[in-house]
């Protein structure tokens, strides 16, 4: 079952605005990530947050984690035509015997005019 | 080095048969998943294999569903009698300590 759901389904900006979407999750998490996929194939890992820290940083990348509102969010800045694609969060429950296994949300479709 | 690779990149096939994908891992990464995704839908986890341990096979859908690591590298994972729900693109991953995963490009499977 899924475990994210992102939010906007859909997402259309200019270049040069900044994109941000949000991902809520249900259960407790070990870690928090967040995947880009081009024209429905394989996924390119963006960046992991863990449940212990609230921001991180990578490139034009920016990610909070709110563990008590269960939330993240990605924000991309300075948008390029080049980041049109989906974009899903993706949770690493605490626990159990399924460590590592990777809960996904129906991911946001972003789409950058140039 | 190489990442991920799986085969075929596309799989058209009856209604019926049986297929198999292939996985390909990153060379030493320890774990090994296999997920599906359909038309517009997120990713379903179907089955995770870490190690020498048993697999965690509680996302295959249906007993049709099997997979199978050897020798802790390549994975197939196979259908049976396959079905027209069953057409997704099947997306293999491999990981070092089960963090961050990497993903394959893919294979396309159309049951007509």
């Known amino acids: 079952s899924q475990q994210g759901e992102e939010d906007p389904q859909a997402l259309s900006i200019q270049e040069g605005e900044n994109a941000t979407m949000n991902c809520s999750y249900k259960?407790?998490?070990?870690?928090l990530q967040w995947y880009r996929q081009n024209s429905g194939r394989g996924l390119v890992h963006l960046i992991l947050?863990?449940?212990?820290?609230r921001e991180k940083h990578s490139g034009r990348l920016r990610v909070t984690l709110d563990t008590s509102k269960k939330s993240s969010s990605l924000l991309i800045t300075a948008s390029r035509a080049a980041d049109t694609a989906s974009y899903f969060c993706a949770t690493v429950r605490l626990g159990g015997s399924t460590l590592g296994r990777l809960y996904f949300g129906r991911g946001t479709q972003l789409t950058v005019w140039p | 080095g190489a990442g991920v690779s799986q085969s075929p990149s596309n799989k058209v096939t009856e209604k019926g048969k049986d297929v198999e994908l292939r996985c390909d891992p990153i060379?030493?990464?320890?774990?090994l998943y296999w997920y599906r995704q359909s038309l517009g839908q997120g990713l379903e986890f179907l089955i995770y294999?870490?190690?020498?341990?048993?697999?965690?096979k509680s996302g295959l859908p249906s007993d049709r569903f099997s997979a199978e690591r050897t020798g802790g590298s390549v994975s197939t994972l196979t259908i049976q009698r396959t079905q027209q729900e069953d057409s997704a693109v099947y997306l293999c991953?491999?990981?070092?300590?089960?963090?961050?995963?990497?993903f394959g490009p893919g294979t396309r499977l159309l049951v007509l």
């Open positions: 991953a491999s990981s070092y300590r089960a963090e961050t995963q990497y």
């Open positions: 947050i863990r449940s212990n820290e």
């Open positions: 259960t407790s998490i070990n870690n």
């Open positions: 294999f870490q190690g020498n341990s048993a697999p965690d």
């Open positions: 060379s030493g990464h320890t774990a």
